[in-house]
C-alpha cells in the first residue's frame, strides 16, 4: 500500500504530485509550497496507520510525496516476520518509518537507535504525533567497543546518510560517544529479540562486531541489514561481513526470500538474514 495523506491538504499535494503530468516547474512549485504552506511538515499515513511528518527537501520525503513508497519490500517483509509481536531494534532508525510503522503490531515493543540530533529531533516529533507508547528512542551511536568518534553527512538533503567517521574534517561533523549493542540489550535488559534492523552507512560490521564477539551475545531470530559496498569503506568487507554473520548460524535470503549467493543484486540493498534453527 502506498503512503496516502493524512490531511485533506496532504491529499491535494498528493494528487498534484502523483497525478499531474511533469512540466518544467512541478517540483519547484511542489516544494515552494513545502515550504510555505506546509512548513516543511506534509503529513502522511502508512499502510500499518503510522502518520509522519516529512518535508519534500530530504530525500525520503520526496519519494514518499511522489511515488508513495520507500524500501516496499522491506517493509512487507519486517511486517511478516514480527506479525506475531516482539523486541525490535532499529539501528539507525532515522526519523522514525521503519520503527513507527511497526509500532502499530500488537505486540512489539521497538527500540529505535538514532545518534543524529537531526534525526532525533524528528524521530520525537513522529512519536508525539503517534503518541506511541512502545517506541523506546535511544540518542546513542553504535560500534565494536565505548569510544569516541564523528558524525557526518556529506548530503544535507539525504538525512539518511548520516554516518560515523574516525576524523574530524570539519564537514559540519560533530564529536559523540559511541556504545556497543552488546550493552544497550544488557541496560534494556533484553532476552529475546525477534527483529535486528540495521542500516548505519557500512558501520555494520564495528556494530556486530560490539555485540557478537561477547560470548553469551543473544541471537536475533532475524536480522535485516543494509548490504553494499559502503562496509568496505571501514576494514572490512562485505565478504568478510557476510562470512562472519553465517558463523554465527544464520541463513542469508533476499527480501522476496530467495537464498543469497555473494554479489547476487539486492533488490533495495538489503539482506535478511534467518537464524537456523
Not at 516482539?86 to 518509518?97: E, K, Q, Y
Not at 571501514?234 to 553465517?246: A, F, M, Q, S, V
Request: hydrophobic fraction near 40%; charge should be negative.
Amino acid at each position: 500500500m502506498r503512503f496516502q495523506g493524512n490531511r485533506s491538504i496532504d491529499k491535494l499535494l498528493l494528487f498534484y504530485s502523483r497525478k499531474i503530468p511533469d512540466h518544467p516547474f512541478k517540483i519547484r512549485f511542489v516544494n515552494l509550497l513545502n515550504r510555505l504552506v506546509f512548513k516543511k511538515s506534509i503529513q502522511l499515513n502508512s499502510s500499518s496507520g503510522a502518520t509522519f511528518f516529512l518535508s519534500t527537501d530530504e530525500y525520503t520525503g520526496h519519494e514518499l510525496v511522489y511515488s508513495g513508497y520507500y524500501e516496499p519490500l522491506t517493509t512487507a517483509l519486517c511486517d511478516k516476520l514480527v506479525s506475531g509481536g516482539g523486541n525490535i531494534i532499529d539501528v539507525g532508525a532515522s526519523i522514525g518509518l521503519f520503527s513507527i510503522h511497526l509500532s502499530k503490531i500488537n505486540g512489539t515493543m521497538i527500540y529505535a537507535v538514532e545518534p543524529s540530533v537531526q534525526n532525533f529531533a524528528s524521530l520525537l516529533k513522529n512519536l508525539a504525533l503517534n503518541q506511541s507508547k512502545n517506541v523506546l528512542p535511544l540518542n546513542v551511536a553504535l560500534s565494536d567497543h565505548d569510544s569516541f568518534g564523528y558524525l557526518e553527512n556529506m548530503h544535507p538533503q539525504n538525512s539518511g546518510t548520516i554516518k560515523v567517521v574516525n576524523s574530524f574534517d570539519g564537514n559540519q561533523a560533530y564529536l559523540i560517544r559511541l556504545t556497543t549493542l552488546s550493552e544497550l540489550i544488557q541496560y534494556l535488559e533484553l532476552k529475546e529479540i525477534a527483529l535486528l534492523k540495521i542500516d548505519v552507512e557500512g558501520f555494520e560490521m564495528n556494530v556486530f562486531k560490539g555485540h557478537f564477539d561477547n560470548e553469551n551475545a543473544i541471537l536475533p531470530n532475524n536480522i535485516i541489514m543494509e548490504f553494499n559496498s559502503m562496509i568496505d569503506r571501514t576494514k572490512y568487507t562485505t565478504r568478510e561481513c557476510l562470512d562472519y554473520i553465517l558463523s554465527l548460524g544464520y541463513s542469508a535470503f533476499n527480501v522476496y526470500g530467495a537464498p543469497y549467493i555473494f554479489n547476487d543484486p539486492l533488490p533495495e540493498s538489503n539482506l535478511w538474514l534467518k537464524k537456523d534453527c
